[in-house]
T-cell receptor
Framework: AQTVTQSQPEMSVQEAETVTLSCTYD???????LFWYKQPPSRQMILVIR??????QNATENRFSVNFQKAAKSFSLKISDSQLGDAAMYFC??????????????FGGGTRLMVKP | EAGVTQSPTHLIKTRGQQATLRCSPI?????VYWYQQALGLGLQFLLW???????NRGNFPPRFSGRQFPNYSSELNVNALELEDSALYLC????????????FGDGTRLSIL
């Protein structure tokens, strides 16, 4: 079974600064997808960014980028120019690429990000 | 485009009762997923429905069940409610292929008294 670990329960960043959230995962599969979701106090899980394991290039979405290290099974999220609206719980998630794998997401425990003005 | 909608927002029940939670997927999405977000336990996969059938089930007892309707909306039913069922229940939807990301609703907060 796959596992996802987020070792930082809480992180803090100054507004306009850069912060990196860590995520490691354990899998024996070669085909999979990784995601970062954001959950603000409003509760809705919002997809921030995703990475296909077969792509060597790190995904980027505006101020959000990932550092995907497949051999190390590491998938960190970098938020540049942090804004007050970035304050939320961030979840790292894994999904198998196998067609009969069940499609479910396996989540890490989450990292609460606080942004200081 | 309307997102995933869930109802009710909050549901209060007592032990032993039954709860029904509802989810409407994004238009064009045929897959619906249910997750439980309980305090201290994180997010756990419950059920996956696609084209009206249950496709996968997480490690939950049989009193957690559901169904998917022809319009792809879904219900999650929890029978014989226990205190530990108190949690945020999140519904997500996606297109059928595993390459497609899941988009979540705002969740239903189920409180068991």
């Amino acid at each position: 079974a796959q596992t996802v670990t987020q070792s930082q329960p809480e992180m803090s960043v100054q507004e306009a600064e850069t912060v990196t959230l860590s995520c490691t995962y354990d899998t024996s599969e070669s085909d999979y997808y990784l995601f970062w979701y954001k959950q603000p106090p409003s509760r809705q899980m919002i997809l921030v960014i995703r990475q296909e394991a077969y792509k060597q290039q790190n995904a980027t979405e505006n101020r959000f980028s990932v550092n995907f290290q497949k051999a190390a099974k590491s998938f960190s999220l970098k938020i540049s120019d942090s804004q007050l609206g970035d304050a939320a719980m961030y979840f790292c998630a894994y999904r198998s690429g196998r067609n009969n794998a069940g499609n479910m997401l396996t989540f890490g425990g989450g990292t609460r990000l606080m942004v200081k003005p | 485009e309307a997102g995933v909608t869930q109802s009710p927002t909050h549901l209060i029940k007592t032990r032993g009762q039954q709860a029904t939670l509802r989810c409407s997927p994004i238009s064009g999405h045929t897959s619906v997923y249910w997750y439980q977000q309980a305090l201290g336990l994180g997010l756990q996969f419950l059920l996956w429905y696609d084209e009206g059938e249950e496709r996968n089930r997480g490690n939950f007892p049989p009193r957690f069940s559901g169904r998917q309707f022809p319009n792809y909306s879904s219900e999650l039913n929890v029978n014989a409610l226990e205190l530990e069922d108190s949690a945020l229940y999140l519904c997500a939807s996606s297109r059928r292929q595993s390459t497609q990301p899941q988009h979540f609703g705002d969740g239903t907060r189920l409180s068991i008294l």
